[in-house]
């Protein structure tokens, strides 16, 4: 998108280059890289930058509300709330699709929005791989309000860590080993010390969590949580000792009622030029815009896309028996704006923040980007395609 930075990039391009960058992932973590890497980061310029952090914390101004917790209560499922949880999220991610307003200039479309973490361990050590293998212009930054990689690792583990031993901190997942994510595990484990470990291997004595390190039975103190129910509800004879709905003496860095509260359910609260006009199913009471092929259902209570409808009809709407459990959306046209060398790709960027328990408001760390020319955004929309996949952002000052 930044004219120069992207032309200086392509003319250095090499593939030979780019299975270097993808290779030494491979050599740093055998094994854990389960996704593709695009060819390219993506080059943000200042305009579109001050663009996505204005439209963020339009969005954060809601979230902070004395009232957010009373608007999303009716998020979390009764059978899925879990105990002790804090004031706020502790992690934000908010998904934009890169378009082009009625003047031709890019503008960010919200798309999704969720109180969840993120991969901020791989984000950061991709983006260091990207500096290292290609030009990236050195007045360009991946991050936000800090200078390097090993203060960005300091403010991630003062977040995450909050002061334990990082042996006593997991990152929790239902089989950590199988997640197309685990790449951000791994890293995560290198960056701070915070093993994953699985949702099963979970041992509770009283109000008490402990986990095996070999030999080793260690105390659970802190949950980094990973875990997300949409996919523990895919398997419905799994077997632990502890329970979500169990009162146990362990903090949560992203705990789970969050996922919930700042999720799809958000979205009809809002009102931006940078949010598409979204409502509740529930909230037509069966008069349906006349220009449905404009717009997109999606359920709440999804993840990755799953659920999502691009095309629907009256019939498919009428048909749906929990409607206050879905969103309609008005579709957003991603603006092909990326030059690869055989064509345009489309992008869309992830906002990452954190958010320390006693802050007002949540701080901007990162940002990811994903590169598709399929209809949707991801992995099996783009299958045998270049230039497509996982990347990195890099904004102009």
């Known amino acids: 998108m930044h004219q120069a930075a992207r032309k200086a990039y392509n003319e250095a391009f090499t ?3 780019y299975h270097q960058l993808v290779d030494s992932i491979h050599e740093d973590f055998p094994g854990e890289l389960d996704f593709r890497v695009a060819e390219s980061p993506v080059f943000v310029p200042k ?87 290609f030009p990236i212009p050195a007045e360009f930054s991946y991050a936000f309000g800090v200078d390097s990689y090993a203060e960005y690792k300091k403010v991630l583990g003062e977040l995450i860590l909050a002061g334990h031993d990082p042996e006593e901190v997991i990152l929790l997942e239902i089989f950590p080993e199988q997640q197309k994510t685990r790449i951000d595990f791994a890293v995560t484990e290198r960056m701070l010390g915070v093993k994953a470990v699985g949702y099963t291997d979970l041992i509770r004595e009283g109000r008490k969590l402990y986990y095996m390190k070999g030999e080793r039975k260690i105390r659970v103190k802190r949950i980094y949580n990973r875990l997300i129910f949409d996919d523990l509800a895919n398997y419905p004879t799994l077997k632990s000792e502890y329970s979500f709905n169990d009162d146990v003496d362990v903090s949560w860095v992203g705990h789970p009622n969050w996922f919930f509260r700042i999720s799809k359910f958000t979205l009809p609260l809002l009102s931006s030029p940078y949010v598409p006009e979204t409502r509740f199913l529930s909230d037509f009471a069966g008069e349906y815009p006349a220009d449905l092929e404009n717009y997109v259902l999606k359920p709440l209570f999804s993840f990755a896309g799953t659920g999502v409808q691009l095309h629907v009809d009256k019939a498919t709407l009428a048909g749906i028996a929990d409607p206050e459990n879905y969103i309609v959306q008005k579709k957003v046209n991603y603006e092909p704006i990326i030059q690869a060398p055989d064509g345009l790709v489309k992008c869309e960027i992830r906002m990452l923040y954190i958010w320390p328990d006693a802050a007002e408001r949540p701080r901007l760390l990162t940002s990811l980007s994903r590169l598709s020319r399929g209809e949707m955004i991801g992995v099996r929309f783009n299958k045998d395609f270049t230039w497509v996949g996982g990347s990195a952002c890099f904004y102009e000052p």
Request: glycine content about 6%.
């Open 47 to 133: 305009a579109l930058k001050d663009q996505l952090i204005e439209a963020c914390e339009g969005i954060i101004d809601i979230i902070v509300a004395d009232n957010f917790k009373a608007l999303t209560d009716r998020a979390i499922p009764e059978e899925q709330r879990v105990p002790n949880e804090n004031g706020h999220s502790s992690f934000l991610a908010i998904d934009f699709a890169v378009c082009k307003d009625a003047q031709g200039e890019l503008t960010p479309q919200l798309i999704e929005l969720q109180g969840f973490p993120s991969i901020f361990g791989y984000q950061a050590y991709l983006s260091e791989l990207f500096k290292k293998h």
């Open 15 to 17: 593939e030979e280059k």
